[in-house]
C-alpha cells in the first residue's frame, strides 16, 4: 500500500504559478499510474492530469491543456504538477491519486490511493 504526501499548495493571483508535488511512500511507485485530482467547493472531484508508469501517456483536461504540466520522478518517488498562467477557476483542493495499475485512468473513481490534498486559491 502506498502512502501519499501533497505539497505546494498556496495562495497566487491569476496569472501566477505554482507547482505541486506529491511524494510517495509504501508500495512500488513505479508501478502505479498517478493522477492530480482537484474538487472545487460543491463539486465533484475531477482528473485534471494523469500520467502513466512510464511517464509515456499523459492526460490532461480540456480545461487545463497548455497552463499545466505533470511529470514524474519515480527514482525519487515523486509526481509533479507545474500550473502556470493560474485562473480563479483553478481554485480547489489538488488531491494527488495512484492507481494499481499501469495505464492512466481519467475518473476519480478508478483511482485506489489517495493524498490529504492541498489548497490551491487563485485570487482575481
Known amino acids: 500500500q502506498v502512502q501519499l504526501v501533497e505539497s505546494g499548495g498556496g495562495l497566487v493571483q491569476a496569472g501566477g504559478s505554482l507547482r505541486l508535488s506529491c511524494a510517495a511512500s509504501g508500495g512500488t511507485f513505479s508501478v502505479y499510474a498517478m493522477g492530480w485530482v482537484r474538487q472545487a467547493p460543491g463539486k465533484e472531484r475531477d482528473v485534471v492530469a494523469a500520467i502513466s508508469w512510464t511517464g509515456t501517456t499523459i492526460y490532461y483536461t480540456d480545461s487545463v491543456r497548455g497552463r499545466f504540466t505533470i511529470s514524474r520522478d519515480n527514482a525519487k518517488k515523486t509526481v509533479y504538477l507545474q500550473m502556470n498562467n493560474l485562473k480563479p477557476e483553478d481554485t480547489a483542493v489538488y488531491y494527488c491519486?495512484?492507481?494499481?495499475?499501469?495505464?492512466?485512468?481519467?475518473?476519480?473513481?478508478?483511482?485506489?490511493?489517495w493524498g490529504q490534498g492541498t489548497q490551491v486559491t487563485v485570487s482575481s
Open positions: 491519486a495512484a492507481r494499481e495499475a499501469l495505464g492512466i485512468a481519467t475518473s476519480s473513481v478508478d483511482y485506489d490511493y
